[in-house]
């Protein structure tokens, strides 16, 4: 009976040996039973061949003068090769990114573009006073093309598109910053009607209203007139006085529109009379501990007043795919006080 005791004392090493025994055991049969059902689900799929699946049908249709922000070709004429294939940095900012952003003057549409600092009037510029890769560029603004000269603030409503042009442009411009060039291209007529017209209000006394209207010439051919108007009055967040208001409308007529001889005439005219800002006043190396309202000028008698005025005539002719002669001719006025 001892003996026997002994043995019982001793059982629990044994379940432990039957246990250890037991358990690959039934691993093994499940990984068996896993092995036998991939091989046969695997036998399944190669001898029942696969359903082809039906894609729906996707239909793609261009939507008029409003391309969206894909701009593939640029508008200088030098420029002949889409935007991918040209060994120049280039960035475009298109008419929709502008109406998306709702962006009441050219210096917001550029927040958009890598590169460029907008500066705050420094050493008494105004206008849009700029830099591109830390090069001044306040001189390099071109419309079309051609220089657009004149310090005052631009404003996009007759424009369509706006394109940076990034590095020495001296060749394709015969003179431009280190930094590069800003091009505005403008509104052109087209063989569409359209009218639109927008309005913002905000604070601060923000009040905006544009109009964009082409027609079509009756009685003549592939000939359309178009006209932009623009109104804007507003004043500057937490600042008391300072107010910018500015007016504009940019008639155009064209002729020959899709055909190998095009004649664009249109006229720019844009005028603004502002309460400027010059902030508050610096003490040391910093801005003085005054109220940010207040206002440190003559808001009866501080003023700025631009008046531009711009006409163009354009000339194309196509010759063949190849060769096309093209003639620009501007006569420009730019009034500032």
């Given at each position: ?22 358990v ?7 990984g ?28 793609v ?112 411009f ?16 087209f063989?569409?009607?359209l ?18 209207v ?43 529109i ?28 910093s ?25 163009t ?10 060769v ?14």
């Amino acid at each position: 009976m001892r003996i026997t005791r002994n043995w019982m004392i001793n059982v629990p090493t044994a379940p432990r040996r039957l246990r250890f025994s037991t358990v690959p055991s039934l691993r093994q049969a499940a990984g068996t039973t896993l092995l036998a059902t991939s091989l046969a689900s695997a036998a399944q799929a190669q001898t029942a061949p696969a359903e082809p699946v039906q894609i729906p049908t996707v239909s793609v249709q261009g939507g008029g003068q409003d391309a969206g922000y894909q701009v593939p070709l640029p508008t200088l004429p030098k420029l002949t090769e889409p935007l991918l294939d040209t060994p120049q940095s280039i960035n475009v900012l298109p008419r929709q990114l502008m109406n998306d952003q709702a962006a009441s003057t050219v210096a917001d549409a550029l927040r958009n573009v890598p590169g460029i600092s907008l500066s705050a009037g420094e050493a008494g510029n105004q206008g849009n006073n700029l830099t591109i890769r830390g090069f001044a560029a306040r001189n390099d603004f071109y419309l079309d093309g051609m220089r657009d000269f004149g310090s005052y603030y631009r404003d996009p409503f007759d424009l369509e598109d706006i394109e940076v042009l990034k590095g020495p442009a001296s060749i394709l411009f015969g003179r431009g910053s280190t930094g590069g060039v800003i091009n505005q291209v403008t509104k052109r007529p087209f063989l569409a009607p359209l009218t639109n017209f927008t309005t913002a209000i905000g604070t601060d006394g923000t009040y905006r209203f544009t109009s964009d209207v082409n027609r079509p010439i009756e009685g003549i051919s592939n000939a359309a007139v178009r006209l932009n108007l623009m109104g804007n009055l507003n004043g500057v967040a937490g600042r008391n006085d300072a107010e910018y208001r500015r007016a504009g409308f940019a008639p155009s007529v064209a002729f020959g529109i899709g055909t190998p001889t095009r004649l664009n005439i249109d006229y720019f005219h844009l005028q603004e009379y502002d309460t400027p800002d010059y902030g508050l006043p610096w003490l040391y190396a910093s801005p003085a501990a005054v109220n940010r309202n207040n206002f440190y000028g003559f808001p009866d008698s501080d003023y700025l007043r631009t008046n531009v005025n711009v006409g163009t005539v354009r000339l194309e002719h196509d010759f063949n795919d190849s060769v096309t002669f093209r003639n620009q001719f501007r006569y420009a006025s730019y009034g500032r006080s």
